[in-house]
């Protein structure tokens, strides 16, 4: 029985100390040493980075945790994104999907990982300029060069996707959406169908099943809902929230496993095979994941729709 935790995607941008513009420090090191030794003990082979996490700290601190572990690249996946520019003295912050802008960065995320080879470039956000023949160029000049494996997006729609893909050389590997109990626009956008509320919904109808037809990989970032479930604090204590989070504990005490198992046991059971990112670099949040892919098989129908519409607050139509 799979327990989940090579459907898990550890994301690495709380990894490097923070976004300020600070120095690495032996503490970051130690921090990201201790959150990948848990990672790999709940399974997890695969590592999602962005150029901008921590102002490329975060990718610089993993290839540190690399350089001092030899032969730990070759038992995991690497994975980054390009294509938001922080804003900066001056300048205003913007996407950018230019060939150019692509190639500097891959190059600069290589350069701070310490390897020579991405898995997956994933191009971060929808860029209004962007030229697809131009992303097109650009990954078939980093393939040929032995720098990426595959391409993929994240936060875009189905028509953005089918759009780009007119003029890629292969099909796109992966789609990374903001999707959990909490966030589940991804759900309603389909149910809504032919309701008023779907005027709400800002989730673009059809994206999920058009990765399913096309054989695009799902994964979901912001995967654990920031904690409102498995007792971070703040949590709510009436509403929605507050009643979610009680189902939550009370399925986990019943399925003897964590809170956090729960919430992405549920995004697992969906048919669509969708690939959870984990956001915590916490050690023991990420090992109270492991076990998530067992509490998708045994949680019944009635279960998972429970979970659904006490996050949602209202019955469904």
Not at 99 to 120: C, F, K, N, Y
Not at 187 to 210: K, Q
Request: glycine letters at 10%; a negative charge.
């Amino acid at each position: 029985m799979d327990d989940g935790g090579s459907r898990l995607i550890f994301g690495c941008m709380g990894l490097g100390g923070g976004w300020g513009t600070g120095p690495l420090e032996a503490a970051h090191v130690q921090a990201a040493h201790e959150a990948m030794d848990a990672a790999l003990e709940a399974g997890i082979r695969d590592f999602d980075h962005a150029d901008i996490y921590a102002h490329g700290k975060a990718e610089a601190v993993f290839g540190r945790v690399l350089a001092e572990r030899p032969g730990l690249r070759e038992d995991i996946r690497l994975q980054t994104k390009c294509g938001i520019r922080l804003p900066a003295p001056e300048k205003v912050g913007q996407y950018d999907s230019s060939r150019e802008w692509i190639r500097a960065q891959v190059d600069a995320s290589l350069l701070r990982l310490g390897v020579e080879q991405l898995d997956t470039l994933l191009i971060h956000r929808p860029d209004p300029l962007a030229r697809p023949e131009e992303i097109a160029e650009a990954f078939t000049q980093l393939k040929e060069a032995g720098k990426v494996l595959r391409l993929g997006v994240s936060n875009m729609s189905a028509e953005q996707m089918r759009w780009l893909q007119t003029a890629l050389p292969e099909p796109l590997a992966a789609n990374q959406l903001e999707m959990s109990l909490h966030r589940s626009g991804w759900l309603e956008s389909g149910v809504l169908v032919n309701h008023d509320e779907a005027a709400d919904i800002g989730f673009p109808h059809g994206t999920v099943e058009y990765c399913q037809v096309n054989g695009i990989e799902l994964q979901a970032w912001g995967a654990l809902a920031q904690g409102r479930y498995s007792g971070a604090a703040g949590t709510a204590e009436t509403g929605p929230d507050a009643a979610a989070a009680a189902l939550v504990a009370a399925l986990a005490e019943e399925k003897s496993t964590a809170p956090e198992a729960v919430v992405l046991g549920w995004l697992l059971r969906h048919p669509a095979r969708i690939r959870p990112v984990l956001g915590t670099s916490n050690p023991g949040r990420i090992r109270a994941c492991a076990g998530a892919g067992r509490v998708a098989e045994a949680m019944s129908r009635h279960e998972w729709y429970s979970l659904w519409v006490a996050a949602r607050g209202r019955a469904l139509p």
